[in-house]
């Protein structure tokens, strides 16, 4: 009887600092029922969510994780799912795919499996779109409202939101709004602590702005992350 209470208690922890966005402890927390539980897919699942929030820009961990459990869940749907969209975040869209298919094949009435399959291709379409709005001066601003409803899809998709703040940013600069500019620049960052192109782009803006020294601070990140990246020399020159 004691086990089950801190089972139930355990539970209820992990759900809580989820939703408190405190991953670690609900990584922690789902470790500890799985301890018991050893075939609960459901708090497995639990347990691979928390690893991928708590650092959605490096799949590592997810992947390692999930690799130890695939022998065991092979045939398990919700497992599919999860290592299907650990693929995809990883960039491997076409494993990721072949994955989230199976899982939806093993449980065809499981909206969630069917509803994330639709939204990649609503994805990628919504930002072609915006990308096609981009390209023409009088239609910025419908570009830029386009690019906001890019974001709506999935916060876990780093790679893809990266993409679109990176886009936004360059058309709010085009237009002047140079502080918002910034703002996606920074959050492409939080998305990508690597993401050379927004370091490079906010070392622009600040030049042209002539804060000097931001704008070097700017192109040494670059430096950091590609030493070799194109006309990196001529603009470290120029501040």
């Not at 009088?138 to 409202?145: G, N, P, R, V």
């Not at 709010?172 to 690597?194: F, H, W, Y």
């Amino acid at each position: 009887m004691y086990i089950v209470n801190e089972l139930i208690k355990w539970t209820g922890l992990a759900k809580v600092a989820f939703e408190r966005k405190e991953y670690r402890e609900s990584t922690f927390y789902a470790g500890k029922i799985l301890e018991h539980c050893t075939d609960s897919m459901e708090h497995y699942a639990l347990k691979i969510e928390s690893i991928i929030t708590q650092s959605p820009s490096d799949m590592t961990d997810a992947i390692r994780f999930t690799t130890t459990l695939q022998d065991r869940f092979i045939d398990n749907p919700l497992f599919l799912f999860w290592r299907g969209r650990i693929l995809l975040y990883n960039g491997q869209a076409d494993m990721a795919r072949k994955y989230l298919r199976q899982a939806l094949a093993l449980d065809p009435d499981e909206k969630m499996y069917g509803n994330f399959i639709k939204s990649l291709s609503k994805m990628e379409k919504a930002k072609a779109a915006a990308e096609e709005l981009q390209k023409t001066a009088s239609t910025l601003d419908q570009a830029i409202e386009a690019y906001a409803g890019c974001l709506d899809f999935d916060p876990l998709n780093v790679e893809y939101n990266q993409s679109v703040l990176y886009n936004r940013a360059c058309i709010l600069s085009r237009t002047g709004q140079n502080d918002k500019a910034m703002v996606d620049l920074d959050r492409a960052i939080k998305c990508n602590p690597e993401f050379v192109a927004a370091y490079f782009k906010k070392g622009d803006m600040k030049l042209e702005q002539k804060e000097y020294e931001q704008a070097i601070g700017e192109y040494s990140k670059v430096k950091h992350f590609n030493p070799s990246a194109p006309g990196l020399g001529e603009k470290i020159r120029h501040a």
